[in-house]
């Protein structure tokens, strides 16, 4: 064992204080990739980029109102809209996260 380790002269309380100071601020916008990124998840049932295939069941999301897509997502999230599996789905997701990720989609043209 190595007692020369400078990190266990520090108090267990400061060196959380140190990680958070260089952990990524929880509050900070996602970008654009981290949606996109997420967005990917949805390609299985909607489509590549939220195109759904032509006759598909499953509706497409890509430029769709952001607002809408938000509205649906906390339905499916709370449970107001009934589901097969988007329920599960949605309470995967912050709501941070399903803001960018509708923000994503509807950019998508």
């Given amino acids: 064992m190595n007692n020369n380790n400078p990190l266990r002269a520090i108090p267990a309380s400061l060196a959380a204080l140190a990680m958070l100071a260089i952990a990524?601020?929880?509050a900070a916008e996602p970008t654009i990739e981290q949606a996109?990124?997420?967005a990917a998840a949805c390609?299985?049932?909607?489509?590549p980029s939220g195109r759904a295939p032509a006759g598909s069941p499953v509706p497409g999301l890509a430029g769709r109102p952001q607002s809408y897509?938000?509205?649906?997502?906390q339905a499916f999230k709370t449970g107001k809209r009934e589901a097969?599996?988007?329920?599960?789905?949605?309470?995967?997701?912050?709501?941070?996260?399903?803001a960018a990720m509708a923000k994503w989609f509807a950019a998508v043209k």
Avoid: F
């Fill in 36 to 38: 996109r990124d997420w």
């Fill in 24 to 26: 990524p601020a929880s």
């Fill in 84 to 98: 097969t599996v988007m329920h599960q789905i949605a309470k995967g997701y912050t709501d941070e996260q399903i």
């Fill in 69 to 73: 897509l938000v509205e649906q997502m």
């Fill in 43 to 47: 390609a299985n049932c909607h489509g």
